[in-house]
């Protein structure tokens, strides 16, 4: 693999920049609650030497009835300097599933104008795995400001994913499982419809990994959004359940140089909410 400090490094890559002065570390861990695990617990257990904890569910929108939503520009900076994170510094990202969460928050520090930050390939499983140091101690942060500029063309709204699908001006990008897409299986949340956005091609997440949960090479990447129908020349939507694996698809058309890609925040947890928006199903 070709470590890209703006996208997907290796735990080689990390193991051997950890000591850097300019290095943050960042752990995303986030699971459904159905995963029975508690991300927090866990990185008070064990995690990368250095490592803060980005409280996916914290650091956001709490005004908004959807999950974990986009933080507004303050509480995204403010948090960031209370852990010690800002301008000037490399952020990698990883989380305890391999590489799930993470990628939400690479795109979240896009979103932000912060290009400086990857993902770590594999994650804290396959660190750990390889026997690299993990410790048990909160980190030492000093307060470091940071700047930011939002890139308000990373995300979209449901208003413009709904004028996207009827122009099928974009190519709308679904990272769930293919039994939640085709309406065929219950959706984790209560309440929502099953089905997906109408024309929106199926690339479950999970098809972007190989089998020890790295990201598979750029050319089988490529195959794999070819395979479900992308039209790669046309701007990319991607979406999910609540917008957190929709960043897995995000950050794998970022490694195959697809730079015309933005996040449905709302996801399907806004979209299969309103019985007012249209919804395929099969």
């Not at 990368?48 to 303050?74: K, M, N, W, Y």
């Not at 500029?149 to 709904?162: G, H, I, M, P």
């Not at 039994?179 to 099953?194: C, D, N, S, V």
Request: charged fraction near 25%; hydrophobic fraction near 40%; glycine fraction near 8%.
């Amino acid at each position: 693999m070709s470590d890209d400090p703006k996208t997907l490094v290796s735990t080689e890559w990390l193991a051997a920049h950890l000591k850097d002065p300019d290095l943050r570390v960042l752990d995303a861990s986030w699971y459904l609650p159905d995963a029975g695990r508690n991300a927090k617990a866990e990185y008070a257990a064990a995690h990368i030497p250095g490592a803060r904890f980005f409280d996916i569910d914290e650091i956001s929108d709490q005004r908004s009835s959807l999950p974990h939503t986009v933080p507004p520009v303050e509480k995204f900076m403010s948090r960031m300097r209370a852990m010690g994170v800002g301008d000037g510094h490399q952020v990698v990202v990883y989380d305890g599933a391999g590489l799930f969460s993470a990628a939400r928050v690479w795109w979240t520090f896009r979103l932000m104008g912060k290009m400086d930050v990857a993902v770590l390939d594999g994650g804290f499983p396959k660190w750990r795995a390889e026997g690299r140091e993990i410790e048990d101690m909160p980190p030492v942060v000093r307060d470091r400001h940071m700047t930011v500029s939002r890139q308000n063309q990373l995300v979209k709204d449901v208003t413009q994913v709904a004028h996207a699908s009827k122009l099928r001006e974009a190519e709308i990008i679904d990272a769930r499982s293919a039994a939640r897409f085709k309406g065929e299986a219950p959706e984790p949340r209560a309440g929502l419809r099953g089905g997906h956005i109408p024309g929106s091609k199926n690339v479950p997440f999970g098809t972007l990994l190989q089998a020890n949960g790295t990201m598979k090479p750029v050319a089988e990447l490529r195959a794999v959004f070819e395979a479900a129908g992308v039209d790669l020349t046309k701007p990319a939507i991607t979406t999910c359940g609540s917008g957190v694996t929709a960043a897995v698809l995000s950050l794998a058309l970022e490694r195959i140089g697809h730079r015309n890609h933005a996040l449905y925040d709302g996801s399907w947890s806004e979209w299969g909410m309103y019985d007012d928006l249209p919804v395929e199903k099969g």
